[in-house]
């Protein structure tokens, strides 16, 4: 039993993830390769490896002649009967060969093979690894900064953060272990190409996958994720149980959930909405904090106007528009937001037909502040 190189395989598998099946067919084939160019040809000769033992052995099948005129082919009568005197003419001989008697080119070939189907196998098995990883999250580890590109380490392999998929809040480090999004995972002849992202919005949706338990059992559900990154995301979210709040879900007791998750993206603004197949409604929570009058949205032009108090008019827009266009994102509407006094100025009242004076509905004690305080 050849222990040494059962052993060696059985560290190949471990280490380097590569069946020990493939390995074995690996120096089978590497074989054939030697016996091909030490002999010129190896149409009859066969290599089997033991599966259990390692140990291998390798012979041709020669046919017996009168005269040999292809010796790596044909056998003399005469030699035949030196290894059984049953045989005749036209029988085949399995003639064994021994790999110690090949020149040092062949066995260097053989080598080669073999190096090179491990190296194949290697990165088969990490493209494989990542490749089923896409659009999910995993822990890497910064190591250098290549222009303006980031090369992060991520285990079995290396991966790019290019300057777009970085948050231009955040200073990346070298040793500094940090979360990533797989963006992409291309197969090259040099091994993987891995792209991954700290800005995307499927970022924010795993981590809180990976923190909230009512969404890995599939009681609450994010349906839509609007994220300026390093600055502040929207999430609209749904329960499928009534006993179940899905907005106190993500944010925990003690906001313990959501707050791992604003710590982690190095304290992003995180604003969750209930999610509504309304889409006035939708449009309308994904506002908030801001208060609505009403809302008139265009299901088919994707279009909504949107009236608010004159005190909610810059809460509803947000700091250089921010609130407006990331419900915008959010919702996937085009949303239009007018004062309450604009709208009466312009008739937009009288034109839908609204009547109450939803101002006088709000108070101080409400949320109302004076212009000149806000």
């Known amino acids: 039993m050849n222990k040494e190189l059962i052993e060696a395989l059985n560290v190949l ?34 290599v089997h490896m033991d599966r259990e033992t ?28 030196k290894k059984n005197a049953m ?31 491990l190296r194949e196998e290697e990165r088969k098995s990490v493209y494989d690894r990542y490749n089923s990883r896409e659009h999910d999250i995993i822990t890497g580890v910064v190591q250098r900064h290549i222009g303006k590109n980031i090369n992060i380490n991520l285990g079995k392999a290396d991966a790019i953060m290019p300057e777009n998929e970085q948050v231009k809040t955040e200073n990346y480090r070298p040793t500094e272990r940090i979360k990533v999004l797989i963006l992409e995972v291309k197969d090259t002849p040099r091994g993987p190409h891995i792209l991954v992202s700290r800005t995307h919005p499927d970022l924010v949706k795993r981590l809180f996958e990976a923190e909230v ?17 390093g600055s502040r995301t929207k999430m609209a979210v749904v329960s499928y149980d009534e006993g179940v709040d899905p907005i106190g879900a993500c944010v925990g007791l003690n906001g313990v959930r959501v707050n791992a998750v604003v710590d982690e993206l190095g304290g992003e603004k995180i604003d969750i909405i209930h999610w509504s197949d309304n889409s006035a409604e939708l449009i ?20 909504a106007l949107v009236i608010v108090p004159d005190f909610q008019l810059s809460l ?53 502040v004076p212009e000149e305080e806000a």
């Open 316 to 368: 509803a827009i947000g700091r250089a528009g921010q609130n407006a266009r990331l419900s915008a994102k959010l919702t996937g509407y085009k949303i239009d937001i007018k004062s309450e006094t604009e709208a009466r100025e312009s008739g937009l009242f009288e034109e839908i037909g609204y009547i109450d004076d939803y101002s006088n509905d709000y108070s101080e004690e409400e949320g109302y």
């Open 13 to 46: 598998e471990k280490e380097k993830d590569i069946s020990r099946e493939v390995i074995m067919e690996a120096i089978e084939n590497s074989l054939l390769t030697a016996c091909k160019n030490h002999f010129g040809k190896a149409d009859n000769i066969h």
């Open 213 to 229: 338990a009512e969404i890995q059992q599939g009681i609450v559900e994010i349906k839509a994720i609007a994220r300026e990154a």
């Open 54 to 81: 390692g140990d291998y052995e390798m012979y041709a099948e020669k046919t017996v002649v009168e005269t040999v005129t292809d010796p790596a082919l044909e056998i003399s009568l005469a030699d035949a009967h």
């Open 284 to 303: 309308e929570n994904a506002l908030s904090p801001a208060k609505v009058i009403c809302v008139l949205a265009d299901d088919e032009e994707k279009e």
């Open 87 to 117: 045989y005749q003419l036209g029988d085949v001989v399995r003639e064994d060969i021994r790999s110690a008697s090949f020149g040092r080119i062949a066995t260097q070939n053989a080598k080669n093979v073999i190096l090179q189907k």
